[in-house]
């Protein structure tokens, strides 16, 4: 284990994730690396290498960009609705909508 992680030090990679609210398991899945893996890297519990530090700033950006585009269609959706949304429908209509 790296001696800089008893010393209370984390890469700066990891407040950077909390803060963004970005999951290991989100992170994982976009990146290829194993949860375990990002997270001893984070605590500097295992070497970073190039690669890795490019898979992994190319997977919060993906993830990042994701979001992005969601917020966006959540938006459009939104405004689509807007006037309509104290309507009552029937709960068959939110099942179908998904």
Known sequence: MNEDYYN?????????????????????QASGISIQRISQIELMDCP??????????????????RRSAMAALNIAD????QEHLFDAISETEVITDG
């Open 8 to 28: 209370g030090q984390i890469l700066r990679f990891r407040t950077f994730r909390m803060k963004c609210r970005i999951s290991l398991a989100e992170l994982s």
């Open 48 to 65: 970073v290498t190039p690669h890795l530090t490019e898979l992994l700033t190319r997977a919060l950006e993906i993830v990042l960009l």
């Open 78 to 81: 939104y405004r689509e609705q």
